[in-house]
């Protein structure tokens, strides 16, 4: 039962239930000069031990629940909602009495905007607190948070003190809050980014020209100069071929001598207490994903009271909304819906449902996830081991579903390298660890620092890398994996390819428009593995046609290569192509080499006539850089999410969440619904 639905009484006696503005402005004396409420307790009564003498938990669940808050970073409120222990009319009706303060019925008497406008409304969310009114000289302050009243006044604007505090759940807090400043806080999750390093400022008409005009200037020097310009392209191909083997090879190594290391260590320990954790997972036209989904999520073994699901839904998102219409979440889940803008993508959506966050670490899951089960408790022990000059870690992303056909199969081999060898060692080296877009965790504090993701960047997790990097923040790669479905369908492959290269393209313009600057944030060697990653790739794509003419050479037909080069250095290009293709075998073989994957093994050598589908990505990318570069090309999700695809050596926990896919109680969605705080 909701406080808000609680009848009226006609008393103010701290019992929980909400009043009306008139009835609290009768039970308010003058409020003396500088003083703020709560005023000191010499010994204020235990929560506990109030919701007992009310009758409204036994014994042995508060016993319990004490245990669980001596090793988790967690009130007791949450820990007793969570577990269904209390409801939330006796929750509130007992902080009244601990606090002896009143409950307010923000829906009912809505706060003075103009008092949300002074403090922030992003400050007013991440403290559980909004401006009620102003009232007798004092500012009426409504939160779910008493504990933290005394020390919250302290930062407030001493033009509007003194402070009194007043108290309603933290779901009302929210509504309240959307309900006057709703515009304002979808539109600082547009703008976070400092500009100087977002895609919003981007130039396009200029962009636009300078393509063009290198387009028209490539295909005029083909006419006039054909020999010197293929010359100059062919160069600059193999130049960036040998960068890219020199860097897999680097970090292949790398994480090779890391793992015997890692093998010698002292076993890890988990942290004291443990922290609240908020894993935003963004939705858009799911209509068939949601049950499989909280199933999923469900395997969790985080301990629910300090597990912070938000589903994020865009507003105009009916299908999605429709999928989660009458069903009734858990209390550790919850839906965030972000209001209709100009722009329509996930680092949008991922910006404004931050403020929602409840947790110290902030993740990212995607739709189609299956995370292991354990993985959270690895997020918190290596949060735990390292220092915060480690503000993001990253998990393994993996495929359930590899057997489904070929492109299913060399998708997984492509990731398992990318993410078993390529990152793990370029962390290792100290380089710049592009991130992948879900599994990703994140010191809150370090977060909020830069600004959250460019709501304008189509590949935010590569920015935001580069941008943890120029900060001076390292990312670090943990052992632990999320599965998800394959995209196994060759036109879908392309979209999603050619979004993840126009992101590409777009991150390296922005990062370089001050490319001194960049040097001197990232010093010498991680600037030049920025180039390599970034740059060399979208090179690697785009120019992949000169490359494969070189087939003509072993065929006998003539190559304009013959005329640039001495039969000795056209050997020795051979040479380069054989050494990058048996790389490329090696690391894919050694990738897949685990009980779960090593029927991958024959297919590695295929994916020599894989990759010429990125060609057709990275062209398309261009295009959409130049005519539309903030739009999202959609991935559809659950396709061949079915147990049947499911590899050999797939964890239990996961095999089970996706086969009991049965109907999970869904609650009908409420826009930034939180549990109440005690």
């Not at 010499?42 to 004490?66: V, Y």
């Not at 070929?406 to 997984?412: E, G, Q, S, V």
């Not at 990152?423 to 380089?431: D, F, Q, S, T, V």
């Not at 370089?512 to 390599?532: A, E, H, S």
Request: one cysteine or more; glycine letters at 6%; charged letters at 20%.
């Amino acid at each position: 039962m909701h406080p808000a639905n609680l009848k009226r009484i006609p008393t103010l006696e701290p019992t929980g239930a909400p009043v009306s503005l008139s009835a609290f402005l009768k039970s308010q004396s003058p409020v003396p000069a500088n003083t703020d409420t709560p005023r000191p307790v010499a010994a204020r009564r235990p929560l506990g031990q109030i919701l007992l003498e009310m009758g409204a938990i036994s014994p042995g669940n508060l016993l319990k629940a004490l245990a669980l808050r001596n090793r988790q970073d967690v009130r007791l409120g949450d820990i007793l909602l969570s577990h269904g222990w209390v409801s939330d009319a006796d929750l509130m009706a007992g902080l009244a009495r601990q606090w002896k303060a009143t409950v307010v019925d923000l829906l009912a008497e809505r706060p003075d905007p103009r008092l949300i406008d002074a403090i922030g409304p992003e400050t007013c969310l991440k403290h559980g607190m909004v401006p009620w009114r102003r009232i007798g000289g004092a500012t009426i302050i409504a939160t779910s948070r008493p504990e933290h009243f005394r020390d919250l006044t302290a930062s407030l604007p001493d033009l509007y003190a003194p402070y009194r505090m007043v108290l309603a759940p933290e779901r009302d807090v929210h509504d309240s809050l959307l309900s006057r400043r709703q515009t304002a806080l979808i539109r600082r999750a547009e703008v976070k980014v400092d500009p100087a390093e977002s895609c919003r400022t981007r130039n396009e008409e200029r962009a636009s020209r300078i393509a063009f005009g290198t387009l028209a200037a490539v295909t005029l020097g083909l006419w006039i100069a054909p020999i010197a310009v293929f010359a100059l392209l062919f160069g600059w191909v193999m130049l960036t071929l040998i960068a890219a083997m020199g860097l897999k090879a680097a970090a292949f190594l790398a994480e090779l001598i890391g793992q015997r290391r890692d093998r010698a260590r002292t076993p890890e320990t988990l942290p004291a207490r443990l922290p609240i954790i908020s894993v935003m997972v963004p939705l858009f036209r799911e209509n068939d994903i949601a049950e499989r989904l909280i199933a999923r999520l469900g395997r969790l073994t985080y301990p629910k009271e300090l597990l912070d699901i938000l589903l994020v839904v865009e507003e105009d998102d009916h299908t999605t909304r429709r999928a989660l219409d009458g069903k009734v979440l858990p209390r550790w889940m919850r839906v965030v819906t972000v209001p209709t803008g100009p722009i329509k993508t996930k680092p949008r959506a991922l910006n404004y449902a931050l403020s929602f966050c409840r947790g110290s670490v902030i993740g990212v899951y995607d739709a189609e996830d299956a995370p292991d089960p354990e993985q959270l408790h690895t997020v918190a022990r290596r949060f735990a081991e390292t220092g915060p000059e480690v503000a993001c870690v990253q998990g393994i992303l993996d495929y359930y579903n590899p057997r489904t056909n070929w492109l299913a199969r060399c998708f997984t081999i492509e990731y398992a390298a990318w993410f078993r060898a390529m990152l793990p060692g370029l962390a290792r080296l100290g380089l710049v660890v592009p991130l992948g877009g879900t599994t990703l965790f994140f010191r809150r504090e370090a977060l909020e620092e830069l600004g959250g993701w460019d709501a304008h960047n189509v590949t935010e997790d590569a920015d935001l890398g580069v941008r943890l990097a120029r900060r001076g923040y390292r990312t670090e790669l943990i052992a632990t994996v999320t599965e998800e479905e394959a995209n196994c369908r060759a036109m879908p492959w392309v979209k999603q390819r050619s979004r993840w290269l126009k992101g590409y393209a777009m991150t390296w313009a922005v990062h370089m428009r001050d490319p001194v600057q960049l040097w001197r944030d990232l010093g010498t060697k991680r600037f030049i593995g920025v180039q390599i990653l970034i740059l060399g790739a979208l090179s690697q794509y785009i120019f992949a046609p000169v490359l494969w003419s070189m087939w003509l050479v072993p065929l006998g037909f003539w190559h304009p290569v013959r005329d640039l080069l001495t039969p000795e250095m056209v050997t020795g290009l051979m040479v380069v192509f054989g050494a990058s293709e048996l790389l490329h075998i090696v690391v894919g073989v050694w990738a897949v080499r685990g009980r779960g994957h090593r029927h991958l093994i024959p297919w590695v050598p295929t994916l020599h006539v894989y990759f010429p589908l990125g060609a057709l990505a990275g062209w398309k990318a261009i295009y959409e850089v130049i005519v539309k570069p903030f739009y999202w090309d959609k991935t559809t999700h659950g396709v061949f999410d079915t147990v049947t695809h499911t590899v050999p050596g797939t964890s239990s926990a996961l095999v089970t969440a996706i086969r009991a896919a049965e109907p999970v109680p869904v609650a009908a969605p409420r826009t930034a619904r939180a549990p109440l705080i005690d």
